[in-house]
């Protein structure tokens, strides 16, 4: 929870100072992977590790993704083993002590992620990348990162799998660290905030709206026991994005600066479903979550055919 809180208070600085070809990244490669199935627009940036950095309706010119920064998009981000002071070895000063903590689009210094593998096969984008270590300077981390991101109707299925291969004998192993999986930046034009907290999960009963804790007050919103695993951002037709992950309970939610901005302005809403998870130096860990994109018990409706298997 602490490199949350860490990693969150770069957003308040920030705000004041149809091919089935496989291809390598190379020079003259495209900048980003783009998929519309008529319903949505889906963009992954290759400069950024394949994260998304684009997802609008179809035709449209305005996306619901947050890119203000390089920490917003839609992103893998792990941590593991103890946090550790390495300024003598070029570590961020602002992000120190550290745990290893690989970022799919880049490092506090702005040095990205390496594409390895990129593949588009209809409706589904494929993306493999070294992620960087967040607090250091340039320090691929010794780890991949791969996604598999589908579009489904109004429905962003995303696979995401990370697989370590750690030498380090510094950070330790075995470590239980919360996990956000994944980060989710919504526009703060998205400023309402939604999910179901009753007793009768998967009934329809009445979704709550809730107050917005705004991270100017220390930290996020922290939600436990979400009975549906999900939460929502909508705008004030009831219109917008939810998050769906069926291993989580618990969420961070919450909005930086102001509502009513876009996705390249500094203000933005924030999702996380979170679960505690030991990532070992030799490991492969992978999760499945969804997005979705429309109105509110529309939205929710499809959630409850996704956990059914209905979709």
Not at 170 to 180: A, V
Not at 195 to 219: C, D, E, H, I, M
Not at 258 to 280: F, R
Not at 293 to 298: A, F, T, Y
């Amino acid at each position: 929870m602490r490199n949350f809180f860490l990693l969150s208070l770069v957003l308040l600085i920030n705000m004041y100072c149809t091919s089935q070809t496989t291809n390598k990244i190379d020079v003259g490669t495209p900048t980003e992977l783009v998929a519309d199935n008529g319903i949505l627009t889906l963009k992954l940036d290759l400069t950024r590790g394949g994260a998304i950095s684009w997802l609008s309706l179809s035709g449209s010119t305005r996306s619901v993704v947050n890119i203000a920064d390089e920490g917003r998009y839609i992103q893998q981000s792990y941590y593991a083993g103890k946090s550790l002071d390495r300024k003598a070895e070029g570590q961020a000063p602002r992000w120190s002590p550290w745990s290893w903590n690989p970022i799919q689009v880049g490092d506090a210094f702005r040095n990205r992620a390496q594409i390895l593998d990129y593949k588009k096969s209809g409706n589904e984008l494929y993306v493999k990348c070294i992620p960087m270590q967040w607090d250091m300077n340039n320090k691929p981390a010794e780890a991949e990162m791969e996604q598999w991101t589908t579009l489904n109707g109004n429905v962003l299925e995303v696979r995401n799998r990370l697989t370590c291969h750690r030498t380090d004998k510094i950070y330790g192993d075995s470590i239980l660290c919360d996990q956000e999986l994944p980060a989710v930046y919504p526009v703060s034009a998205l400023q309402n905030l939604y999910t179901y907290q009753g007793t009768a999960p998967f009934t329809g009963a009445p979704a709550v709206r809730l107050p917005v804790k705004n991270l100017s007050s220390g930290f996020w919103g922290i939600y436990e026991d979400l009975p549906e695993n999900w939460m929502a951002f909508t705008d004030d037709t009831g219109w917008g994005m939810a998050v769906y992950n069926p291993l989580c309970k618990k969420f961070l939610a919450g909005m930086s600066g102001v509502p009513g901005k876009e996705a390249a302005d500094g203000s933005t809403s924030y999702i996380a479903p979170v679960k505690k998870e030991i990532l070992y130096k030799n490991s492969v860990y992978e999760y499945k979550y969804y997005i979705l994109i429309g109105k509110l018990e529309e939205m929710r409706g499809k959630i409850y055919e996704l956990r059914s298997g209905s979709k």
